[in-house]
C-alpha cells in the first residue's frame, strides 16, 4: 500500500494547499465538507496545511515569508499577498474569469490579460514560499481553480514529490473552455500533476478532451466528495429540539417548508428557483397559503460586480413575488441573505418536506447531500435537483429537474409536495445509501491512495 499506511518512521507528511486555510479551531470544527475531508486526512499523520493567510497587506517586492502555527501535529503556514495581487489573482482571474468559464458561462468572464498574468504570479509565489517548507517525502495535494499552475510552478523549481490536484468545481467541454485566453497554459501546467481528479465522469471526459486536443498526457480521474452524514444526521435531530426550530414551527403554522440553502453565486440558479416557486403558486392554486419556500443565501463575493447584481435582482423578485402572492396571515417567500450556525441548519433541513436545490451548474453540490442525510428516516422529505448538479448521478432518485425551467421546477414541487409515504421513503433510503457510502472522509482516501502509489519523478 502507499506510504500512508507505512510505519510511523517512514510515513510521508501530507501537504494540503488551498487558496483559504482554515484555522486550527475550523478545522477542529469542521462543518463543511471540503474541510470535514482534509480534516480527517490530515488527522493522524505529519501534515501541514499552506496557502493564503487571507490578508492583503504586502508590500510590492517584498518576498512572502510563511507564518507558521502549529496544532495537534498540523502545521498552518500562510503568506500575504499585495492588494494588487489579491485583486488580479483572487477576484480577477479566479472569481471573475475562471469561475465562469468552468460553470459554462462564457459571457460572464471579463477577461484581462493583466489578470491573468497576476494569477500565474501569485502561483508561483506560492510555489516559492512553499518549496522552502517542503522535505524530500511529502506528499503535496493541491485544491481548486485558483492553483491550476501551481504544480508546474514547484515542477519548475525543482520539487519531484508526488503532486495531485483536485478540481472542485465544473470542468466545461473542451471548446468552451478553450475560449479563454491562457487556457491552453492552464492545461500544460496540469502536466506538472502526478493524479488529477475532479468530481464526476462528465468532468473527466470534459477535462480530457481538452487535453488530449493540447497534446498534454495527464488524464483526469473523477473522485466524488461526499459530508460527513453521521454527523450531520446526528446534529439534525440535535437540532429539531432546539429553540430556533420553536420558533420555525410557531411560523409555519402547520405549512410544508420548501428549502433552499446556497451561498448567494449564480451558478446556484436562485432566481430561476424564485421563479419556479412562483409558478407553482400561478399553476397549483391548492398550494397557495399552504406551503412557505425558506431560501437561505449568505452573500459571498459581495465586492464582484456580478454578485451585486444577482443580489439586486433577487431582492428585486423577492419582494414582486410575496408583494403578489402574499395574505395577511401568509408570506409565501423568506428570504435570508445571512449564514444559519450549522445546528439550526441541520434542524431546518430535517424539518423541510422539500429540499429545492437547482444550481445551473454544479460541481458536487453538498447542499443536496446534507437535506438526504438531514431527514427523518420514518418520514423524509424530497429532494428535487438540477440534473445540473455534480451530485445528480449519485442521487438519481431525486425528482430531477432542468433547472432553466420555471415550469418543469413548478410540476416537480408538487410532485414533491404530494408524494406519498411508501415512495418518499423508498427514494430516501437510495439516496441516503449513496450518501454513506461516499463520504468527506472515503473521497481524501481514495485521493490519496492513488497519489501515494505513484512512482517519485526523477530529478531533471
Ligand atoms: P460551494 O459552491 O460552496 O462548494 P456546496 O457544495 O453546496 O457549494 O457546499 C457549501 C457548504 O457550505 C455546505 O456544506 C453548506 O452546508 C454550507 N452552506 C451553504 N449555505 C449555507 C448557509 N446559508 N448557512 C450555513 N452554511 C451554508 C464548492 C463547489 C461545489 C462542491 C464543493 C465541495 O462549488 O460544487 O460540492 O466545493 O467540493
Keep these: 500500500m502507499g506510504s500512508r499506511s507505512m510505519g510511523s518512521r517512514g510515513m510521508a507528511r501530507l501537504v494540503v494547499v488551498s487558496n483559504r486555510v482554515p484555522s486550527p479551531r475550523e478545522v477542529s470544527q469542521a462543518a463543511g465538507g471540503l474541510t470535514v475531508g482534509l480534516a480527517d486526512a490530515i488527522k493522524g499523520q505529519p501534515s501541514l496545511w499552506f496557502g493564503w493567510s487571507g490578508s492583503s497587506t504586502a508590500r510590492e517586492g517584498d518576498e512572502p515569508v510563511p507564518t507558521a502555527i502549529e496544532q495537534n501535529g498540523v502545521t498552518y503556514a500562510t503568506i500575504d499577498l499585495t492588494a494588487r495581487q489579491h485583486k488580479g489573482f483572487y477576484q480577477g482571474f ?46 503535496i495535494w493541491v485544491q481548486d481553480y485558483q492553483l491550476f499552475p501551481l504544480g508546474a510552478a514547484l515542477r519548475r523549481d525543482g520539487v519531484t514529490s508526488r503532486i495531485g490536484f483536485f478540481l472542485h468545481i465544473p470542468f466545461p467541454p473542451e471548446q468552451l473552455f478553450r475560449a479563454l485566453p491562457g487556457a491552453d497554459l492552464l492545461l500544460a501546467d496540469l502536466d506538472g500533476y502526478d493524479v488529477v481528479g475532479v468530481q464526476t465522469e462528465q468532468d473527466a471526459a470534459n477535462m480530457n478532451g481538452a487535453l488530449q486536443a493540447v497534446g498534454v498526457a495527464v488524464r483526469a480521474q473523477a473522485y466524488p466528495i461526499g459530508i460527513d452524514p ?115 441548519l441541520a434542524g431546518v433541513h430535517r424539518r423541510a418536506a422539500v429540499g429545492l436545490v437547482t444550481p445551473l451548474r454544479d460541481g458536487m453540490n453538498l447542499v443536496a447531500k446534507e437535506y438526504v442525510a438531514a431527514q427523518d428516516p420514518a418520514d423524509p422529505g424530497v429532494l428535487v435537483l438540477s440534473r445540473f448538479a455534480g451530485a445528480a448521478p449519485e442521487l438519481g432518485d431525486a425528482v430531477l429537474v432542468n433547472p432553466y425551467d420555471p415550469d418543469e421546477i413548478a410540476e416537480a414541487l408538487d410532485r414533491a409536495l404530494t408524494m406519498a409515504l411508501p415512495e418518499r421513503l423508498r427514494r430516501w433510503e437510495a439516496m441516503n445509501a449513496a450518501v454513506t457510502r461516499v463520504t468527506a472522509a472515503s473521497w481524501a482516501r481514495g485521493f490519496l491512495d492513488v497519489l501515494n502509489n505513484v512512482q517519485v519523478r526523477q530529478a531533471a
Design 94 to 139: 479566479s472569481n471573475g474569469i475562471l469561475w465562469p468559464v468552468c460553470h459554462y458561462r462564457l459571457g460572464l468572464m471579463q477577461y484581462s490579460r493583466e489578470e491573468l498574468d497576476t494569477y500565474l504570479e501569485v502561483n508561483a509565489r506560492y510555489a516559492r514560499a512553499l518549496k522552502a517548507l517542503l522535505e524530500p517525502d511529502d506528499t
Design 230 to 344: 453521521k454527523s450531520f444526521a446526528r446534529q439534525a435531530a440535535r437540532g429539531e429540539t432546539s429553540k430556533e426550530m420553536g420558533r420555525l414551527t410557531q411560523a409555519l403554522n402547520n405549512r410544508a417548508l420548501i428549502l433552499g440553502v446556497d451561498r448567494l453565486d449564480y451558478s446556484k440558479g436562485i432566481p430561476e428557483r424564485f421563479r419556479g416557486f412562483e409558478r407553482l403558486l400561478q399553476r397549483f392554486p391548492a398550494h397557495r397559503g399552504k406551503v412557505s419556500f425558506m431560501q437561505i443565501a449568505p452573500v459571498s463575493r459581495g465586492e464582484v460586480a456580478e454578485y451585486k447584481a444577482l443580489r439586486r435582482q433577487l431582492d428585486e423578485l423577492a419582494g414582486r413575488i410575496n408583494g403578489d402572492w402574499a395574505e395577511i396571515d401568509w408570506i409565501p417567500l423568506r428570504y435570508i441573505t445571512r449564514g444559519l450556525p450549522r445546528k439550526v
